[in-house]
């Protein structure tokens, strides 16, 4: 799977928009590119998933560059409960091979 | 439709000990795979059961082992206790083994080992 990098923290008005880079340069065809997040002693939670179109559901929008070599996780309007780390994880997805390799994500701090 | 469930939540063991955690899947789901979190680590893979049979593994020793039954429920077991294997386990269940799948987590044992 390939590696992604996101910067450690970031923090964003309550309210606004919270959009959290992830760089995969290495990526290949075949990976799509996951979200998840993890607020604090909860297991992490699934947002969002992509191959290389822009994907939205109702948590998120992923926008996903042309190149396919980073991308963005878009909250449209964070609130307070947005406050959590946020992992970006590039994997292909195959038949036994169920796991997924988490990195050291962005910590989030949404404030008031 | 109820989530992954984890028990027990909380945990004290002793060094030397062994312990058996439990996760139950959401229903219909028949993969289940377990992650160890620590601050140093982070959150790190360690198997995964698809219908009863281990289909991937991480780079744990042998002291950590799991096994699935028939109505995909799964238990992970560790032998020989040693203080960092205090951590925050997760399981996680998916509906499908092959194409695009989301997992879903628990919320977690956190096992303390003293």
């Known amino acids: 799977d390939a590696k992604t990098t996101q910067p450690p923290s970031m923090d964003c008005a309550e309210g606004r928009a919270a959009n959290l880079p992830c760089n995969h340069s290495?990526?290949?065809?075949?990976?799509?590119v996951y979200w998840y997040r993890q607020i604090h002693s909860q297991g992490p939670q699934y947002i969002i998933h992509?191959?290389?179109n822009n994907e939205t559901n109702e948590m998120a929008s992923l926008i996903i560059t042309e190149d396919r070599k980073s991308s963005t996780l878009i909250l449209p309007h964070a609130t307070l409960r947005d406050t959590a780390v946020y992992y970006c994880?590039?994997?292909?997805?195959?038949?036994?091979?169920?796991?997924?390799?988490f990195g050291t994500g962005t910590r989030l701090t949404v404030i008031p | 439709k109820a989530g992954v469930t984890q028990t027990p939540r909380y945990l004290i063991k002793t060094r030397g000990q062994q312990v058996t955690l439990s996760c139950s899947p959401i229903?219909?789901?028949?993969?289940v795979s377990w992650y160890q979190q620590t601050p140093g680590q982070g959150l790190q893979f360690l198997f995964e059961?698809?219908?009863?049979?281990?289909?991937n593994k991480g780079n744990f020793p042998g002291r950590f082992s799991g096994r699935q039954f028939s109505n995909s429920r799964s238990e992970m077991n560790v032998s020989t206790l040693e203080l960092g294997d205090s951590a925050l386990y997760l399981c996680?269940?998916?509906?499908?083994?092959?194409?695009?799948?989301?997992?879903?987590f628990g919320p977690g044992t956190r096992l303390t080992v003293t």
């Open positions: 996680a269940s998916s509906s499908r083994l092959t194409g695009t799948y989301e997992q879903y």
């Open positions: 290495t990526i290949s065809g075949n990976e799509y």
């Open positions: 992509g191959l290389k």
């Open positions: 994880i590039v994997r292909v997805d195959l038949a036994g091979a169920n796991n997924l390799f």
């Open positions: 229903s219909g789901h028949r993969s």
């Open positions: 059961y698809f219908s009863e049979t281990q289909r």
